[in-house]
C-alpha cells in the first residue's frame, strides 16, 4: 500500500527566511509520481509540481525548489526567501502508475505554512 | 470551462437527510475524481471516473454514498441519510487521461451535517 509522511503539521518563519517542507513516502510500485500541492485560504488546491520515479534530477522554479531522493524516499519542498503569500497548507502526494483507480492521488496529511511579515 | 466547479460551495444539512454534491470537470478531461477532506486533514480518495464508468468503487466509506457521471461530463456524489461524520469538505478533481497526467481541483463543497 502506498502511503506519504509529511512530519510537520505547522510550521512558522518570518519573512525572508528559507523554509523546508518535508516529505517521506512509501510504495511498492518502482514507477509512480510525486506531486506537491498548495491550498491557499480559498480551498482550491493549485497543482506545483510532479516527478516521476525516474528522473531525480532537482528542479528549481524560482523561490521554489525540489530535493527527490529515492535513496531516502524523501520529496522535499524548499522555499527561498519566503513571502507572506507563500502562506498555505501544502500537500505532498503520491501516485502509482500501475493501480485500479486510475492513478488516484494518495496524500499527505499536509504542512501548514505561516509567513509572517 | 476554465476550471473545475463545484456546487453548492457549502451545504448544511441536518443529520438524516439526502445531499447531492455536482462536479464540472474542465472541457475535455476524461478522468474524474472525488476526494473527502476532513478537518485539518489530507484528502481522501473516494471515486474516479473513466468517462462514465467508475472501475473502482472501493474507497467509497460506506453504501450510503453513490456517485454517477453522464455523458462524460458532470459527476454527482450523493450521500444519503447522511451523519454527522460525513461533515467534511468535498473536492472533484479531472485530468486528460488516468496515466501520469495532472489532476486539477475544484474549491470543494463544505458540508456540514448538523
Known amino acids: 500500500a502506498q502511503k506519504v509522511t509529511q512530519a510537520q503539521t505547522e510550521i512558522s518563519v518570518v519573512e525572508k527566511e528559507d523554509v523546508t517542507l518535508d516529505c517521506v513516502y512509501e510504495t511498492r510500485d518502482t514507477t509512480y509520481y510525486l506531486f506537491w500541492y498548495k491550498q491557499p485560504p480559498s480551498g482550491e488546491l493549485v497543482f506545483l509540481i510532479r516527478?516521476?520515479?525516474?528522473?531525480?534530477q532537482n528542479e528549481i522554479s524560482g523561490r521554489y525548489s525540489w530535493n527527490f531522493q529515492k535513496s531516502t524516499s524523501s520529496f522535499n519542498f524548499t522555499i527561498t526567501a519566503s513571502q507572506v503569500v507563500d502562506s498555505a497548507v501544502y500537500f505532498c502526494?503520491?501516485?502509482?502508475?500501475?493501480?485500479?483507480?486510475?492513478?488516484?492521488?494518495?496524500f499527505g496529511g499536509g504542512t501548514r505554512l505561516m509567513v509572517k511579515p | 470551462g476554465a476550471g473545475v466547479s463545484q456546487s453548492p460551495s457549502n451545504k448544511v444539512t441536518e443529520k438524516g437527510k439526502d445531499v447531492e454534491l455536482r462536479c464540472d470537470p474542465i472541457?475535455?478531461?476524461?478522468?474524474l475524481y472525488w476526494y473527502r477532506q476532513r478537518l485539518g486533514q489530507g484528502l481522501e480518495f473516494l471515486i474516479y471516473?473513466?468517462?462514465?464508468?467508475?472501475?473502482?468503487k472501493s474507497g467509497l466509506p460506506s453504501d450510503r454514498f453513490s456517485a454517477e457521471r453522464t455523458g462524460e461530463s458532470v459527476s454527482t456524489l450523493t450521500i444519503q441519510r447522511t451523519q454527522q461524520e460525513d461533515s467534511a469538505v468535498y473536492l472533484c478533481a479531472s485530468s486528460l487521461a488516468r496515466s501520469k497526467n495532472i489532476q486539477y481541483f475544484g474549491a470543494g463543497t463544505r458540508l456540514s451535517v448538523l
Open positions: 472541457s475535455g478531461h476524461t478522468a
Open positions: 502526494a503520491l501516485s502509482e502508475a500501475r493501480n485500479n483507480a486510475g492513478n488516484m492521488l494518495t
Open positions: 471516473f473513466q468517462g462514465n464508468s467508475a472501475p473502482d
Open positions: 516527478r516521476n520515479s525516474f528522473d531525480e
